[in-house]
């Protein structure tokens, strides 16, 4: 993990950004989020899918993410900083392969269903280390990403997963953090959801989820 593990884009001016060598590696940058100590950014390694990486994560061997900015993120190649610059049709040669978010309206109207034990969701909110490894932040584009989410936990067997932006709960956006508390505040605990349906982004298309808790 890089030893900067929070980012430093207030200490190098733009001009000295122009100077940092763009990568050779085959790697896309389609977006960031940038927020100081919670800044992200969604790569796609070797023509793969996009995935995202906090600042310190490892792209790929011996590539790590060190910073991030608005239109470019800096990595760190055997001990040499280098540029990734933003995908767009004018950097790229072509068309965008990336798709545009669609809006809520554009969402399926029918996706996944699971049931699950309200016993279990207690036990795991009550679990500190299962919720201290499932990081869920702020996305640039509205919702919130899945940027971390542990093996086996109840996230992953309520069908989602790394890199999933949940824009809506019952059909109420969340936008931002107050969006979030006020949804929470409203559903008035655990105890009294009986259904919930959850729409998320994955790999850029709409998906609902729908969920029985008993």
Do not use: C, W
């Not at 430093?8 to 927020?35: C, E, H, M, W, Y």
């Not at 995935?51 to 991030?68: E, K, M, R, Y």
């Not at 949940?166 to 009986?194: C, F, H, R, T, W």
């Amino acid at each position: 993990m890089s030893a900067h593990l929070f980012g430093r884009a207030d200490q190098t001016a733009p001009a000295a950004l122009d100077k940092i060598p763009v990568s050779s590696l085959n790697l896309v940058l389609n977006g960031v989020f940038d927020s100081g100590s919670d800044s992200y950014a969604l790569i796609s390694v070797d023509g793969g899918e996009q995935a995202p990486f906090a600042v310190g994560d490892q792209i790929t061997n011996g590539v790590t993410l060190d910073s991030v900015y608005a239109d470019r993120v800096i990595i760190v190649r055997d001990g040499k900083r280098e540029s990734l610059l933003m995908y767009s049709d004018e950097n790229s040669g072509g068309t965008s392969s990336v798709p545009p978010l669609p809006t809520a309206s554009a969402a399926a109207s029918s996706g996944n269903s699971f049931d699950i034990s309200r016993a279990q969701v207690e036990r795991q909110l009550r679990n500190p280390g299962i919720m201290a490894r499932a990081r869920i932040v702020p996305y640039g584009g509205g919702g919130f990403m899945i940027s971390s989410i542990p093996p086996n936990s109840l996230f992953t067997k309520a069908g989602l997963r790394r890199g999933d932006i949940i824009k809506s709960v019952n059909g109420e956006p969340l936008n931002n953090y107050s969006d979030a508390m006020q949804m929470m505040q409203s559903m008035g605990g655990i105890n009294n959801v009986q259904q919930l349906d959850i729409e998320i982004l994955r790999h850029g298309r709409p998906r609902h989820l729908h969920y029985n808790i008993r």
